[in-house]
């Protein structure tokens, strides 16, 4: 049975929000932080991750109402399906399953009539043998030598992904070093080839179609650069893949033995659970690269299982309707303050905007509110050098995420101190501003009582601008894993709200139609 389709603006708890909206649109955080329980009262805690939510423009009766929206439009029967294995990318007749990947459970997901978890097993095995080779020296290059350096080639899911893992978890890295080429721009390819040594690198093509012009572009350049050194023999021994076109791998010149497995029931963007992950296998070793996929698993349950009030995917995803669809909120920032996280942003505008960036309804009528958020950010501290100005005192109401860990990963306490201080502090800042009263004094005691007339409304802070603490005890794989799956939960949540197809990616290709066309001109 498909997804339902429910257009949510006509549903009774969209003119219960829109009445609440002009109730209570002129809340100010300030005001709401004056209740000693509002913390508690707006905090989950799940395992190591803790989420506070109460800097927002938000009252208890407004998280009801939204559950409320969710309830009517059954966000419940929707995450059944997901997990379920029933066709819900509906436009490409798909099951969407990559929870499956990382569920360790024995219970059967039938896709035509056959259970896929051995499939799933079976790649696992596959990935960990191979790792195991690479990553111990066993596996030799055309002259005998050792692998030294891995590319994964890629774009799209098949590299922001996997590319943001990679460099997340570099603290558990091991001695391989990891490259990522993407874009069809000879420079990315060249640049990166410039610092290999063909007789110890290990070439992953990641490929879905193994037919995406930039992947084949560079695979090609990477190829005939490879075979300035080595034969057509040696191929196999530094070449692998990552496709379901087994044919087009073939003529490249892969050793059938040396094809990794992907499916069509995992979209894209969401296949670095599938052996996509491989280069981050082989960079952190399987047992990171495992304990990533429990982290996940322990999200897809919490997602499952949890009533929506207490949902961490499920709350987030609402309260950011809250902001876009009423509020009128045209972006939302994420804000890490790790630096290992600083592909983050990258790879969740392309999980966020490539999944809910639709103006059709299920329906297939064209859309008259607002769906996918429009993300975008970068790492604290360096961003509140960057753009937070515009963010604290600018005209916009930007929602934002501050994801942070308690714990420093190389017990640097004093940076981390201050790194973790800055976090709360921004966070603050946002909420509560800075009043003309507050200036007014600030000007007087420093000396500068002459300068207040000219100075203070440019120093004051009007405050009332919303985030989201999300707060991990340590950048683990696990906790990383846990991240991911919580945004992930996040856009379907908001997909099924507002009504579209979350799992689909129509708007990428009329742009790659054009550009064959106007090459072969
Ligand atoms: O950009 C569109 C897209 O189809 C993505 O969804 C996908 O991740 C990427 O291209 C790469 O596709 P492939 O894995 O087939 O090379």
Same mark, same amino acid.
């Given at each position: 049975?498909?997804?339902?389709?429910?257009?949510?603006?006509?549903?009774?708890?969209?003119?219960?929000?829109?009445?609440?909206?002009?109730?209570?649109?002129?809340?100010?955080?300030?005001?709401?932080?004056?209740?000693?329980?509002?913390?508690?009262?707006?905090?989950?805690?799940?395992?190591?991750?803790?989420?506070?939510?109460?800097?927002?423009?938000?009252?208890?009766?407004?998280?009801?109402?939204?559950?409320?929206?969710?309830?009517?439009?059954?966000?419940?029967?929707?995450?059944?399906?997901?997990?379920?294995?029933?066709?819900?990318?509906?436009?490409?007749?798909?099951?969407?399953?990559?929870?499956?990947?990382?569920?360790?459970?024995?219970?059967?997901?039938?896709?035509?009539?056959?259970?896929?978890?051995?499939?799933?097993?079976?790649?696992?095995?596959?990935?960990?043998?191979?790792?195991?080779?690479?990553?111990?020296?066993?596996?030799?290059?055309?002259?005998?030598?050792?692998?030294?350096?891995?590319?994964?080639?890629?774009?799209?899911?098949?590299?922001?992904?996997?590319?943001?893992?990679?460099?997340?978890?570099?603290?558990?890295?091991?001695?391989?070093?990891?490259?990522?080429?993407?874009?069809?721009?000879?420079?990315?390819?060249?640049?990166?080839?410039?610092?290999?040594?063909?007789?110890?690198?290990?070439?992953?093509?990641?490929?879905?179609?193994?037919?995406?012009?930039?992947?084949?572009?560079?695979?090609?350049?990477?190829?005939?650069?490879?075979?300035?050194?080595?034969?057509?023999?040696?191929?196999?021994?530094?070449?692998?893949?990552?496709?379901?076109?087994?044919?087009?791998? =073939?003529?490249?010149?892969?050793?059938?033995?040396?094809?990794?497995?992907?499916?069509?029931?995992?979209?894209?963007?969401?296949?670095?659970?599938?052996?996509?992950?491989?280069?981050?296998?082989?960079?952190?070793?399987?047992?990171?690269?495992?304990?990533?996929?429990?982290?996940?698993?322990?999200?897809?349950?919490?997602?499952?299982?949890?009533?929506?009030?207490?949902?961490?995917?499920?709350?987030?995803?609402?309260?950011?309707?809250?902001?876009?669809?009423?509020?009128?909120?045209?972006?939302?920032?994420?804000?890490?303050?790790?630096?290992?996280?600083?592909?983050?942003? =990258?790879?969740?505008?392309?999980?966020?905007?490539?999944?809910?960036?639709?103006?059709?309804?299920?329906?297939?009528?064209?859309?008259?509110?607002?769906?996918?958020?429009?993300?975008?950010?970068?790492?604290?501290?360096?961003?509140?050098?960057?753009?937070?100005?515009?963010?604290?005192?600018?005209?916009?109401?930007?929602?934002?995420?501050?994801?942070?860990?308690?714990?420093?990963?190389?017990?640097?306490?004093?940076?981390?101190?201050?790194?973790?201080?800055?976090?709360?502090?921004?966070?603050?800042?946002?909420?509560?501003?800075?009043?003309?009263?507050?200036?007014?004094?600030?000007?007087?005691?420093?000396?500068?009582?002459?300068?207040?007339?000219?100075?203070?409304?440019?120093?004051?802070?009007?405050?009332?601008?919303?985030?989201?603490?999300?707060?991990?005890?340590?950048?683990?794989?696990?906790?990383?894993?846990?991240?991911?799956?919580?945004?992930?939960?996040?856009?379907?949540?908001?997909?099924?709200?507002?009504?579209?197809?979350?799992?689909?990616?129509?708007?990428?290709?009329?742009?790659?139609?054009?550009?064959?066309?106007?090459?072969?001109?």
């Amino acid at each position: 049975m498909a997804l339902k389709n429910i257009n949510p603006t006509a549903t009774n708890a969209w003119k219960e929000l829109t009445n609440h909206f002009n109730d209570i649109q002129n809340i100010n955080i300030k005001d709401l932080a004056k209740d000693v329980n509002r913390k508690e009262d707006f905090s989950l805690n799940f395992d190591d991750l803790s989420v506070d939510f109460s800097k927002n423009r938000i009252t208890k009766e407004t998280i009801q109402l939204l559950v409320d929206l969710a309830k009517e439009v059954d966000l419940k029967d929707a995450i059944e399906k997901q997990y379920s294995g029933e066709i819900i990318n509906v436009t490409e007749g798909r099951e969407v399953l990559h929870t499956a990947l990382r569920s360790s459970s024995e219970e059967p997901i039938l896709v035509e009539g056959k259970n896929i978890k051995p499939q799933i097993q079976a790649a696992l095995r596959k990935i960990k043998s191979f790792s195991n080779k690479v990553i111990s020296g066993k596996w030799k290059g055309y002259t005998g030598k050792s692998i030294t350096d891995i590319v994964n080639i890629g774009i799209g899911g098949s590299d922001l992904g996997p590319d943001m893992v990679v460099e997340s978890l570099k603290h558990y890295k091991n001695q391989l070093n990891t490259h990522f080429v993407s874009n069809v721009d000879g420079d990315h390819v060249s640049e990166i080839i410039k610092t290999l040594n063909p007789e110890t690198t290990l070439f992953v093509i990641v490929s879905k179609t193994f037919t995406t012009q930039e992947t084949i572009t560079n695979s090609e350049t990477i190829k005939n650069w490879f075979l300035k050194s080595a034969t057509i023999f040696d191929i196999p021994k530094h070449f692998v893949a990552v496709s379901t076109n087994l044919e087009a791998v =073939d003529n490249f010149g892969i050793d059938k033995k040396n094809v990794f497995p992907m499916w069509n029931w995992v979209g894209g963007r969401f296949s670095l659970w599938s052996a996509v992950g491989l280069s981050i296998s082989l960079s952190v070793g399987y047992d990171n690269y495992k304990a990533l996929l429990e982290g996940a698993e322990e999200m897809d349950l919490h997602y499952k299982n949890e009533e929506f009030d207490k949902n961490i995917p499920v709350i987030l995803a609402l309260i950011s309707i809250w902001y876009n669809n009423f509020y009128g909120a045209e972006t939302e920032a994420v804000l890490p303050y790790s630096q290992y996280l600083k592909k983050l942003p =990258d790879y969740l505008q392309q999980a966020i905007m490539e999944s809910n960036g639709k103006g059709v309804d299920r329906n297939g009528d064209k859309i008259d509110y607002q769906t996918g958020t429009i993300v975008w950010g970068s790492t604290g501290t360096n961003m509140q050098h960057a753009f937070m100005q515009l963010v604290h005192q600018g005209t916009k109401l930007i929602p934002a995420d501050f994801i942070g860990y308690k714990e420093s990963l190389h017990g640097l306490t004093d940076h981390h101190n201050k790194l973790m201080a800055n976090y709360y502090g921004q966070m603050d800042a946002l909420a509560f501003g800075k009043t003309k009263e507050e200036v007014h004094l600030e000007l007087k005691f420093s000396g500068n009582e002459d300068k207040i007339e000219s100075l203070l409304p440019f120093k004051v802070f009007e405050g009332n601008r919303p985030s989201n603490a999300i707060l991990f005890d340590k950048l683990t794989p696990r906790s990383l894993g846990k991240l991911i799956a919580l945004y992930e939960h996040k856009i379907y949540t908001q997909g099924i709200l507002w009504n579209i197809y979350s799992y689909d990616q129509f708007g990428v290709e009329l742009g790659k139609e054009l550009a064959k066309k106007i090459l072969n001109k």
